[in-house]
């Protein structure tokens, strides 16, 4: 191997050279401290010394002269530069000094001797994105359900007593849906989804695959496309609704078995309601970031629903351990998001008139105007704004 084989890439700015041997020198920086007639000696540590790379930068060619006029220029820059160093990879440097040497004999190269000064970057001021989080974390238990429910779902070989006992848990969580979800029930692309399951049930196309990918479709119809239905229903109505659900699958939705098979962990029926109500859960999830907080109550409110759910599913001492870990994942991820809306919120606290009162006399002597009057209403749920009884409690906010 010739000598300029031994020799390994490298760059600083935009010019090529190459190196070596490279030697690298850093420390603390001491002061020592000595003192008459004494044998004391102390060492003040000032901090870190500057941390120093020193090697030298091979030009090599017939006509080397171009480049090593554009790697003197860089060195010569009073700026920070990237260094692609051979054995350290890219990082930011100053040049402290350089030196240079040509050597025609040496079939045409010239070396500079270079000392550079470590320049740490600056830390970024990274903000992290919470409402990405949330929505990125309830993905992801998406999957872990998935992939569960594929896992354990299992009605080969099984009775016609449980397969019916399926079928009619499958068609009543199917009417559930289409009950209680209000906002996409206008829509026939949910209508089409529904009946296109209710026609596979028929059939008994019914596999793991099938259901799971069918029940989130349903479940989470509107919560994920953007499309009218939001100009009709909020994402708080919606919320609502997938609490309505969740609380359907606590129980059994038939009575074909008795209770302590249709409550067990590996029981058909029981997994589809399991399925549903994680199902649920992801998607209240995402709609926590679409809800259009008006106070620090009105979060407080959603979050405990939410974590309520997320809290029961987490303490089934069956459940599945991927499942679990996204669980607790998912509500350490929305309480910092929810967190972080409370800042931008105004705060609540709660009165008690002493008289019955009505809402425009509420918002004036809180506010000192009624044009506050509606806020009130909606805050406390109010249907009778012309009556407010007394030694009731009423919320109010802070600040408008």
Do not use: C
């Amino acid at each position: 191997m010739g000598w300029k084989e031994q020799y390994l890439p490298a760059s600083f700015g935009s010019v090529p050279f190459y190196a070596k041997v490279s030697s690298v020198k850093g420390g603390r920086r001491l002061v020592t401290h000595m003192y008459p007639q004494s044998d004391t000696v102390e060492h003040e540590d000032l901090g870190a010394d500057d941390t120093k790379f020193s090697f030298n930068a091979y030009i090599v060619g017939d006509d080397y002269f171009s480049a090593r006029d554009k790697l003197e220029t860089e060195f010569r820059k009073n700026t920070v530069g990237r260094l692609v160093h051979p054995f350290r990879n890219a990082i930011n440097v100053r040049v402290e000094s350089y030196a240079l040497t040509e050597e025609a004999d040496r079939g045409g190269v010239v070396f500079f001797n270079v000392t550079f000064v470590l320049d740490p970057e600056p830390a970024l001021a990274v903000v992290a994105d919470t409402k990405k989080q949330v929505e990125l974390v309830s993905a992801e238990l998406d999957v872990a359900v998935a992939d569960w429910f594929e896992a354990v779902y299992d009605i080969d070989n099984i009775s016609f007593g449980i397969l019916d006992d399926i079928l009619d848990t499958l068609d009543s969580v199917l009417g559930v849906l289409d009950n209680v979800k209000k906002a996409a029930a206008t829509a026939a692309a949910f209508k089409r989804q529904i009946s296109n399951i209710r026609g596979k049930l028929i059939s008994l196309r019914v596999n793991a695959g099938a259901i799971a990918f069918t029940m989130k479709g349903v479940v989470d119809f509107a919560v994920d496309t953007a499309d009218d239905l939001g100009n009709l229903f909020s994402a708080k109505d919606q919320s609502r609704e997938q609490k309505q659900i969740y609380d359907s699958t606590k129980t059994p939705y038939t009575s074909n078995v008795t209770s302590d098979v249709a409550e067990n962990s590996s029981y058909p029926s029981k997994q589809i309601r399991n399925l549903v109500a994680y199902n649920t859960v992801a998607s209240t999830m995402k709609l926590m970031t679409k809800i259009n907080f008006k106070s620090s109550k009105d979060i407080a409110d959603e979050q405990k629903i939410l974590f309520a759910s997320i809290d029961e599913l987490s303490n089934d001492s069956s459940i599945d351990d991927t499942i679990f870990s996204v669980l607790r994942k998912a509500r350490a991820v929305v309480y910092k998001y929810l967190s972080e809306e409370v800042e931008e919120l105004p705060s609540i606290i709660t009165i008690t008139p002493q008289r019955s009162r009505n809402t425009l006399e509420l918002a004036n002597d809180f506010y000192g105007n009624i044009s506050e009057e509606q806020i009130l209403i909606d805050l406390n749920g109010i249907i009778h704004p012309g009556f407010i009884p007394k030694h009731v409690e009423f919320y109010l906010r802070t600040r408008v």
